[in-house]
Every structure is written in C-alpha cells, then in structure tokens.
C-alpha cells in the first residue's frame, strides 16, 4: 500500500496519457461515443458506448450506473488472459477535517483487514493465492484499490471489493485499529522523517496554503493527528466518503462484459448509497510576497526551493504552464540545466508544475555544487535571473512540438498494459464524470501557442510571491537563502470540531456472501514467440514481434560491467557509461536530448550488476533516426573533460548523500560485510568517494577502448518490427569492431561471523534498518537456487508471509518485513530483514530469528505449500503482457541460457515438489550462519543490542 503525494494532472497524467491524433495506432485505441440499448440487469442502465472508429484516438468501453449511484466501466482487450479491477473512491486527504489529517490514507490500510465476510490478513492471502497483484493507493483527491489477477479469478475479486466497500465496518475492532495506526506511523518514519528531505512537500504546502486548506496537510497525516483518531471517527469518515455514489469500478481485460457486469450487479447492486458528495470549490491561492522559511536536515548538501501557486487541475491554463515549465526546467535542454548544471553552480536543478483537482503548484529546485559554494542565495538569484532571460528569450517552435510529441508517445507506452487504459479511463470519470476524455485532453495542450506560454507565465509567475523553503545540513543555518520572514502554523492543537454525525454505514445481503466464489480452470498461458540472430563478431541476438503499439523496445548488453573494474577505482564502469551520455563529436547533450524529445524517444547508457547497457525506446516510426542517434552515442562519446568534471563530482555528491541514508548505509554494509572490503563485489556499483576521486578521464577512454566490444554483448528485442526489416537497420552494430576480454571469475570471501553483529550509527535516525545475511547458491531456473525460493515463499516473499505478518501486522514494528534469495551470474545472497521503530531494534531481530528458527526445525505447513503452489503458478498469467515483461524473460532466455520452455519445468516442480522435500531445504538452508548488520541512531540502538549477548563491531565502511 502507498500513498501518492501530488494527484499530478500535468507532470504526471500528461506524460503517462498524452496523444495526439494518429491513424497509425491500432485498433484498440480507436474510439467514437455512442449509445445502445440492450437487455440489462434491472436496476441498471448502459451511460455510453465508446466503440472503434477510425482517425480518432481513445479506449472503447462501456459505462454503466447502478441504481445506488455506483459508476461501472468495462473495457474488453483480449490480447492476454488477465483483467485488472480498479475501484477509486473520490475521496483523498482534501475531504479530511483540520485536525483529523491522515484519515484517508488510514482507512487504505483498514480496507486491506478483512470484512464481515473475509477474515482478517486474508484479503491480501486470497489474490495472492489466485496468483494476482493488488495495492492502493491515496493522494489529496481519490483514494484507489486495484487487483490484477488471471481471468478466471475475476467474481472472486468482485465479492472482495464488495465485501469492503458494504461491510467493511462490521470487522474494525480496536485491536485492527492500534495496528494499522501504528503500521502508518512506520510508512511516515520509513518514507518522511528518516528520508533525507523527507519533509520539503508537507513543509511547502505550509507556507503556500492557509490551515484551514486541505491541501495545507500531507496525505499521510500529522502524527498529532494520528495520535488523537478514534475508532468511531474512522467509522463515520468511511460512512461519509466510501459509500457507492462516490465510487467507481472500473475492469479491463479479457472479460465476458454480460457475465461482467452480472457479476457487480450482484455483488455491489444491492448497497446503499452514501450522503450526497457535492464538489469542492475550486478557490485560488495567492502569495502577495515572498515567503521564506528554513529548517535543517540530516542531508549533506543544501536545497533550495521555490514554488509558486498558479490556477489548479483541468484549468485552461494548465497546458501552457506545463510547456513552461519544461522550458525553464525539464532536462538538457532547459534554462535551469544551462545556468545551474551545465555551469557547475549545481549539481541538480529543475522545473515541474504538478496538478491536483484544486490546486497546482509551479516549482524549482536546485541542490549546489560544493565547488562553487554551497550558499543557497546565490542559488536563488540564479534562478531569478533565469526567469529574466526566458522573458527575453520567449518560446520557440522545439518548445510547442517536444510537448506535442510527448502527448503522442506518453499515451502510447501508457496504454501498453491493461492497467494502465483502466488507470485512465478511472482517473477521468473519478475527477471529471467522463472516461472518454483522452481526446479532449489532448486537443487542450495542442491548442497552445506561444504567446499562451508568455501569458502564463507573466500572470502567475512573474513578479508574483512563492514560497522560499531553505533545506540546508545540521549546523550550517548560515546557508540558507534569506531569514526566515514566515512561521509555520502550529499543527498540535487544532480547534475542536463538531462530529461528522454520518450515520454509520450499514448494509443487508440478499445471499450467503460468506461464501467465495470459485474459480473456473487456469487460463491457457502462451509464451512469447521467439526469433535469434548471431553475429559473426560475437553479438547474440533475442526477439519477439509485439503489435500491441507501434513501439519498439532494444536493450543492449554488454558482459562485464563493474566487474571489469579494479578495486582502486571502482565507479569506472558506471561513470564511463555515465559520460557516454553526455555528448558526442557530433552532437551535445543538449542537442541529442532536443532530438530525442522530436522524436518521442529515449537512449540511456549506465551500468550495474555484470552488464554494461544501452537501453532505447523508439516509435516504430521514428527507428531509424533513433538508431543513428543509438550509434553516435556509442561510437562516437565525446569524452569531454568539462563534461566529465561535471559528471564525476556529481557522482561524488550523490555518494556523500548516501551516507546520509539509512536503507544506503545498509546496502553499502551488506556489500562489505558479505564480500569483503578489498573485493569488487564488496563496494557499490558506483564506487565510493575515494575510488570516484582516483578515476581520470585517461581511465575512461581506456576503459571504452578495452571493454566497449560487441564480444560479449546481446541485444534483446520487443516491437512492432519483423525480424528481416529489423536486422537490416542493424549494420552498423553488425560492422562493429572489438576485442574480446576476460572478466574476473577469481574471488576470495571473508568467513561468516555469526558471533558479530556489525554497526553503523547513523545519528538521529527514526528507524533501524536491520538485515541478517549471508552468500547463497547462484542462480539457476529448475534447481537448488529455484527450489530455495518456493521454500521461502511463505516465510518472508509474499505479503502474508510469516516475518511480515508478525512485524507488521502483529508487533507493529515496521511499514514491511521480508526474506528473500537473490542470485545472479556470480553471487547468491540470503537476506532476511526491515525498516523498523528504532526504539524496537532488539525486538524485531528477535522475532525475525525466532520466526527463522522455527521455520528451519518445524517447516511448512500444508496450508502454506497449498498457498505456495497456486499463488505461484497462477501468477504465470500476468508474466508475459506488457514489452518490458516480455523484454525481462527474453533476457533472461540469454542470460543464463535457458531453454524457452523451461517454464513448464518450474511449473512441474511447483506442483509436485512435496512438504517435506520444501522442509529439507529449510532445515538445510536456514541453518547455516549468518550475520546482522544494523544501521540506526547509536544512542538509543546500541544499549539494546547488549542484549544480544555477541561482539558489536563499530564497521567503519570504506570511504
């Protein structure tokens, strides 16, 4: 579960869903708005039809309303056996009375603790065990519950969604309640106070919006807040918001829509609607001055950052501001990049205007270079003075066209899933009463001009007040931008409110709802079709043809990546790839990021694991350009020393602020304490500051000119290409040049040292980040390596896993608990561990061995094999939808060079593999040593590992 900050209409919704009007698409997405009539359940009426029409782009479906008010679309795609379900109520934390901030995103994690007819932990259980995904989700303006499950699972997803949204009260009980608060308490400490700038959104939003605002207080809620709800205020919030009238159900896939929509008539038919939910006022918000304000953070560099309030989501304005917005501060090509990135004065900078139903927000950032000086009001009137230029500069037809192109490609990629045409269609009749407004959508950002974007920018922008929040490191207030001249608002004591006196929901079933539906047999799962390619110098070739979109995915690989580095300097991989990206001898950055935004494209080069990569993503289109724009990039890097300065300190500062980072400060321990500090596997893959600092720019180009050879690359492809046209825009990599090399298969381990608990105080910190740990079996598909994983399944994989549901659900000590086996290649890796209170350090890791032991002396239960087998295989349904799925088992066919069906394999083994060959391995592996690293604030953490009765070692990790 997870709550989104921003219900982002621009920023977001517009890169995921923007379009413009092409015949090239296919059919799917080609729509026109009827009506028709057939024969209904009583009680409910068809709304619209949106059916396949030429030359217009959208996704047919169906809208339906019940007589309780209850919206329902229904949108058929049969290209894979699967349905998603998404119901989204119009409630967020904007519908939260001051004071009682959080209820919202409270009641998310209430709907997941079982109804009157589904037995507490067990909703999470049931989609899982129909091999299924699920989550929610809640920001200002909706909150949103989702499953994506194997068609024959569809009625049993309906009678979960109904059973919450008619009788979820029946089964809140004090107990549930103190969890979950506790449980959201965790999410705030995990995702808000232990981050590093954590707390800029809420604190912004502060000083923009008055108290009395709803968009004045963080969805997640004030602690304060937290701290006073009770059980009978959760009551009457859900009676007031959650009821059918405020809901819509949305379901897309490889459905039958009669039996559909018998299925939620009668499941959610017969519910009572809710009080009336009238819209909230839309009233603008207006700074008449500057508002500065600032705090210290446990960060190590400072930030700096201005927003100005501008109109809110859907406004006519809207569009414009968002080309605004990517002119001042969106990539390469922006003003802000220019004069802040470029120039060296910062090492991070940018623009967005994110939206929300009733306000939108028009923000820069930037976090300076220590080279030049870390004050942040030399920041501030870099900024300024950037805005004085775009009035002088004014917007240029790139500008207009690069946010046209963006629409089209944006609306692409995003309706390559089920889930995601179901997103849009709920999003638009949630926030607008009408699914069918992509085209509308559409026409608004192609309808501005330039002089809309100057209009805009002088009626919201210039000349007009923000709010100036300084973040700056514990001890250095000297930084910040100005004095404070704002306070924020006291936020403990809110004035009593009068009670919401919502009669408490209450609703009657015509049938046994304690039943669950069954499920009819498991869909016939067909693996991608396949073609391979070898070339004479050495690159293996992968492919399937996918005509789902006109959308061409490549992914590049070559065998090596950090491991080709030395100890010395390690980083060398990572910034060698980092710089590719910077320019060639052709083109800049700047242009290449202005050509590949025409063209609605994206190339990025990096490095991580033992792969350098190329990734790209092309329209079917606009191939060919991308690929000659692939080869300058590889062939032809410009390897400039101002560009590497620049890239190269970058790397330094974003490794000294990962020392400021809990979850970081603990992947680095893990590294080092597991493989060794004089190790390659033992640093990060992108070094440390020592080893970053040693690499010159000799280093890179002798690095490329050594390892960048198509010796030991692949390329895996996933579009709307055939293999003969594909191969032939190929020659270039076809013509290439290169050495082969050896990579380094020699490595010595340190001894595991389960008497040792290794420590790294992080001061300050609000959790623990706690890991038991130690090397395992490499990777493999059929044997130990695969078999371990069904082992583990029940212990720490799954949600109801064991090590969750007793830290999570149980003790309340973390937002979520996991064990799991990583493996690759080289390295194999058991893990068992989480985020916790810190003031519970010694409890959880406690539990996590307790839970560890008894798995290993008593096994599964036969429940759990039986949950195992069907959550697993059932899951294989959704494997194979969208390009990326399709791309990720392509890869992993090559990789580790496994046969196309060895799918059918693994499937035997789930099925047959018996409880007590799964308790053998438990018994075997979770019996080996291992050992704890704990990251946490040393003050309160250290007196309770005493407890332990083991040697802590202060690790000092490497610099």
């Known amino acids: 579960m997870r709550y989104s900050p921003q219900n982002r209409f621009s920023t977001q919704l517009i890169n995921k869903f923007r379009i413009t009007a092409i015949a090239a698409t296919t059919a799917l997405l080609f729509a026109c708005s009827s009506q028709e009539t057939a024969q209904l359940p009583i009680g409910v009426s068809l709304v619209e039809t949106v059916t396949a029409q030429q030359d217009t782009l959208n996704i047919p479906f169906k809208k339906y309303k019940l007589a309780n008010g209850l919206t329902v679309i229904l949108h058929q795609d049969n290209s894979d056996p699967l349905v998603h379900v998404d119901v989204t109520y119009h409630v967020g934390s904007a519908r939260e009375q001051l004071g009682k901030s959080g209820f919202a995103h409270f009641f998310e994690h209430m709907m997941f603790q079982g109804s009157q007819n589904v037995a507490d932990e067990q909703h999470f259980k049931v989609v899982t065990q129909s091999g299924g995904d699920l989550n929610g989700t809640t920001n200002s303006d909706r909150t949103n519950y989702f499953e994506t499950v194997p068609k024959n699972q569809l009625e049993k997803m309906l009678w979960l969604e109904s059973d919450r949204m008619g009788f979820l009260l029946e089964a809140i009980t004090p107990e549930k309640f103190e969890i979950q608060r506790a449980t959201v308490k965790n999410e705030r400490g995990q995702n808000v106070d232990n981050r590093p700038y954590g707390r800029l959104n809420e604190t912004v939003s502060q000083m ?236 608004r950002y192609n309808k501005v001009t330039e002089a809309d974007v100057m209009r805009v920018f002088k009626q919201y922008i210039q000349g007009k007040g923000a709010a100036i929040l300084s973040i700056v490191p514990q001890g250095q207030e000297a930084l910040i931008a100005k004095e404070n001249n704002f306070a924020l608002p006291d936020v403990s004591n809110p004035a009593k409110l009068a009670q919401l006196d919502t009669p408490i929901m209450k609703n009657a079933s015509g049938f046994d709802r304690s039943v669950m539906p069954t499920s009819g047999a498991n869909p016939q799962i067909t693996v991608p ?154 640093i990060a893959d992108s070094g440390t500051i020592a080893t970053v600092s040693a690499i010159t720019l000799d280093d890179i180009e002798d690095f490329y000119q050594t390892y960048f050879s198509p010796a030991k690359a692949s390329l895996v492809m996933v579009g709307d290409i055939d293999k003969a046209d594909f191969i032939e825009r190929l020659w270039p990599l076809k013509a290439w040049k290169g050495n082969d090399y050896k990579i380094n298969g020699e490595y010595k381990f340190p001894e595991v040292t389960p008497n040792k608990l290794y420590f790294v105080d992080l001061p300050n910190a609000s959790q623990s980040v706690i890991k038991l740990s130690r090397r395992a079996m490499t990777y493999d598909a059929t044997g130990e390596h695969f078999k371990a994983t069904l082992m583990n399944y029940p212990l720490g994989s799954a949600f109801n896993s064991r090590i969750n549901l007793n830290l999570r659900e149980d003790k309340g000590y973390t937002y979520g608990a996991s064990s799991y086996f990583s493996a690759g290649k080289t390295l194999g890796r058991f893990n068992a561990g989480a985020s916790v209170k810190k003031e519970h350090t010694y409890d959880a890791m406690v539990e996590i061995e307790a839970e560890l032991k008894n798995y290993q002396q008593n096994g599964l239960t036969a429940d759990e094999v039986t949950f195992m087998r069907q959550a697993i295989s059932q899951n294989e349904a959704l494997s194979f939808e969208t390009p990326s799925q399709k791309s990720g088992f392509l890869r992993q066919l090559l990789q580790f060079n496994l046969p196309v069906n060895y799918g059918e394999e693994q499937s035997n083994i789930i099925n047959n593999i018996t409880i007590e060959q799964l308790n053998a391995i438990a018994a075997k592996e979770l019996s080996k040593p291992m050992q704890w690293i704990v990251v946490g604030d040393g003050q309160v953490v250290r007196p309770q590992l005493k407890a332990l009765n083991i040697d802590v070692v202060e690790l000092e990790l490497a610099k």
């Open 529 to 682: 079709s396949l073609w391979r390619e070898k070339f004479d110098n050495g690159i293996e070739i992968i492919a399937t043809k996918n005509s789902e979109t006109p959308t061409i995915s490549l992914l590049l690989s070559l065998d090596g990546g950090v491991l080709l580095d030395s100890v010395e300097k390690a980083g060398l991989a990572s910034l060698t790839a980092s710089l590719m990206n910077e320019g060639t001898t052709v083109h800049s950055k700047e242009e290449l990021s202005n050509e590949l935004a025409l063209l609605g494209s994206n190339i990025s080069i990096g490095a991580g694991g033992r792969n350098t990569y190329i990734q790209v993503n092309s329209l079917v289109k606009n191939l060919d350009a991308t690929l000659a724009l692939m080869n300058e990039m590889m062939f032809k890097p410009e390897f400039a020393q101002d560009d590497f300065d620049r890239v190269k300190n970058q790397l330094i500062q974003s490794l000294e602020q990962g020392n400021k980072d809990a979850n970081t400060l603990a992947s680095k321990a893990l590294k080092q304490v597991t493989y060794g500090k004089n190790n390659r596997f033992g």
């Open 208 to 443: 923009i919006f008055p108290r009395e605002h709803p968009y004045s207080w963080p969805v997640i809620g004030y602690l304060s807040d937290l701290d006073r709800g009770t059980v009978t205020d959760l009551k009457e919030f859900f009676s007031r918001w959650y009821g059918p009238n405020n809901a819509v159900v949305t379901i897309g896939g490889d459905i039958d829509e009669a039996q559909t929509l018998a299925w939620v008539n009668k499941y959610f038919g017969k519910l009572n609607a809710g009080p009336a939910v009238e819209s909230m006022a839309k009233t603008s918000v207006t700074l008449e001055d500057n508002r500065y304000y600032s705090f210290t953070d446990n960060v190590s560099l400072p930030l700096l950052y201005i927003s100005f309030p501008t109109v809110y989501g859907m406004h006519e304005d809207e569009p414009a501001l968002d080309v605004l917005a990517n002119i001042l501060g969106n990539g390469p090509t922006s003003l802000l990049y220019k004069n802040l990135v470029k120039s060296g004065v910062a090492v991070q900078a940018g623009a967005s205007h994110p939206c929300r139903e009733l306000a939108c927000q028009m923000s820069f950032y930037a976090l300076p270079n220590p080279q030049q000086g870390l004050s942040l009001t030399k920041i501030e009137q870099v900024i300024n003075d950037t805005l004085v230029e775009f009035e002088q500069r004014g917007v240029n037809a790139d500008d207009l066209l690069k946010t046209k192109v963006g629409i089209e490609t944006g609306t692409i990629y995003g309706l390559q899933s089920v889930s995601g045409k179901v997103s849009n269609l709920a999003h638009y009749q949630t926030m607008l009463g009408n699914a069918n407004y992509t085209e509308q959508q559409v026409a």
